[in-house]
């Protein structure tokens, strides 16, 4: 008798567990989390613009960073432009979820694997700005950061 409560009772748990996972599925595959733009994490280095990291002047005052997020790095690690750019940003993941804040300013932005994530900043006054990862992605996670120089 009591088996049998035992095989319902683990078959209960199994379904349980089916639907948590597939609504997590589900949930994430319905909330971008910012524009929306999907991308294939496993394919990031062929897909443009990240084939291509790095930082590309697009107007006067105006610039383009592609980068590219995995544990435990940013790519491209040094950014460099002059005192009042504004600095578009176009982030992906290739692997977990990241964190993207910048000390000194407002930048803070999840950077989930899958998606493009798009954020813009107008650097104003010259330093050197620390990248942090703020979100838990490992082992290394505390020593995730770069630097962003404005000159
Ligand atoms: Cu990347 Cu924490």
């Known amino acids: 008798r009591s088996e049998?409560?035992?095989l319902t009772l683990s078959f209960g748990?199994?379904?349980?567990?089916?639907?948590?996972?597939?609504?997590?599925?589900?949930?994430?595959e319905m909330g971008p989390p910012s524009h929306g733009e999907r991308i294939d994490p496993q394919k990031v280095d062929?897909?443009?613009?990240?084939?291509?990291?790095g930082i590309k002047q697009i107007g006067e005052n105006e610039y383009e960073v592609v980068m590219t997020l995995q544990v435990f790095s940013f790519t491209p690690s040094e950014i460099?432009?002059?005192?009042?750019?504004?600095?578009h940003f176009t982030l992906t993941s290739k692997d977990v979820v990241h964190g993207f804040q910048v000390a000194d300013t407002n930048l803070n932005a999840m950077v989930v694997p899958g998606y493009v994530q798009k954020i813009t900043q107008k650097f104003d006054k010259p330093g050197e700005y620390l990248v942090l990862c703020n979100?838990?992605?490992?082992?290394?996670?505390?020593?995730?950061s770069t630097t962003i120089t404005v000159k």
Do not use: R
């Open 4 to 6: 049998k409560i035992w």
């Open 13 to 28: 748990m199994i379904i349980g567990f089916m639907l948590i996972t597939g609504y997590q599925t589900f949930a994430l």
């Open 46 to 53: 062929e897909t443009a613009p990240f084939d291509q990291p």
């Open 80 to 87: 460099e432009v002059p005192a009042g750019s504004t600095v």
């Open 135 to 144: 979100e838990y992605c490992g082992a290394g996670h505390q020593m995730m």
